[in-house]
């Protein structure tokens, strides 16, 4: 069973506007650690943040803020004011029991200038 | 510190060839592993080590194998490349704990024709 649902593909958006990634992740632990990764056209991919599932509180760094809501399982990602700098895959990954890491599909975001 | 390194960057190999990716990290993590990265498919586990002498499957352990000889050296073989393993395979490796990030090398771009 897939445990980290990516629902959007690709999404466009023009720059300054804001945008908003999907993640849904399934797990029956009770502590467990949610990631975003950026990977940009260079390929590396790059750590963003990090979540306990005892943590709700939402954060903001800069321009960047993660929605975690336990009721719905989901960790949602906005980008505010979007810039070309912003085009990117983006994955949110899943770590509970066990050594693995479990990732989304990925977002491909396109920022037009 | 130069973190995550991979070697090569880029390869291509017929059918039936073998060839060894070498991963190494100079931050004495624990835990490393080896990913595969498809179009579409996300990043999906081929095999990981917990520690030194010790590794195990992931999901796409076919066709391929690993071994960690040294804590700081992680080694993925293709014993007979096929046109299926085309991608691009991505290491990581993180501290001891499902808390702990996972930190990725750059990548190796792999072509078999």
């Known amino acids: 069973a897939q445990k980290v649902t990516q629902a959007q593909t690709e999404i466009s958006v023009v720059e300054k506007e804001d945008v908003t990634l999907d993640c849904v992740y399934e797990?029956?632990?009770?502590?467990?650690?949610l990631f975003w990764y950026k990977q940009p056209p260079s390929g590396e991919l790059v750590f963003l943040i990090r979540?306990?599932?005892?943590?709700?509180q939402n954060e903001i760094s800069g321009r960047y803020s993660w929605n975690f809501q336990k009721s719905t399982s989901s960790f949602n990602f906005t980008i505010t004011a979007s810039q070309v700098v912003d085009s990117a895959v983006y994955f949110c990954?899943?770590?509970?029991?066990?050594?693995?890491?479990?990732f989304g599909t990925g977002t491909s975001l396109t920022v037009i200038p | 510190n130069a973190g995550v390194t991979q070697t090569p960057k880029f390869r291509v190999l017929k059918t039936g060839q073998s060839m060894t990716l070498l991963c190494a990290q100079d931050m004495n993590h624990e835990y490393m592993y080896w990913y595969r990265q498809d179009p579409g498919m996300g990043l999906r586990l081929i095999h990981y080590s917990v520690g030194e002498g010790t590794t195990a499957k992931g999901e796409v352990p076919d066709g391929y194998n690993v071994s960690r000889l040294k804590k700081q050296n992680f080694l993925l073989g293709l014993e007979s490349a096929a046109p299926s393993q085309t991608s691009v395979y991505f290491c990581a490796s993180r501290l001891y704990g499902q808390q702990e990030t996972q930190y990725f090398g750059p990548g190796t771009r792999l072509l078999v024709l």
């Open positions: 979540r306990n599932s005892f943590d709700e």
């Open positions: 797990t029956r632990d009770t502590t467990y650690y």
């Open positions: 990954a899943l770590s509970f029991t066990g050594n693995q890491f479990y």
